[in-house]
């Protein structure tokens, strides 16, 4: 889950160009100088039945209550 929260989404972030938020330095990692996981309080995701809505897993969805309100 860690791994999903911060080096996953580092990833995505780097995919997505000039739409990624934090285009002036390193994401993902555990550093110096590299951004913090951009959560103001990381323990949502020990939390995922309250607050993800989709769960994936080597291409498996696992919870998907995208759209529900």
Known sequence: M???ATSGNAEIFAL???LNP???GK???IE???YADPLKDISVVTRPDEHLKLILK???I???ELGKE
């Open 2 to 4: 860690l791994r999903q």
């Open 16 to 18: 997505s160009g000039k």
């Open 22 to 24: 934090y285009p002036d």
């Open 27 to 29: 994401l993902g990692g």
């Open 32 to 34: 110096p100088g590299v």
């Open 58 to 60: 080597d291409g498996k």
């Open 62 to 64: 696992y919870k998907n």
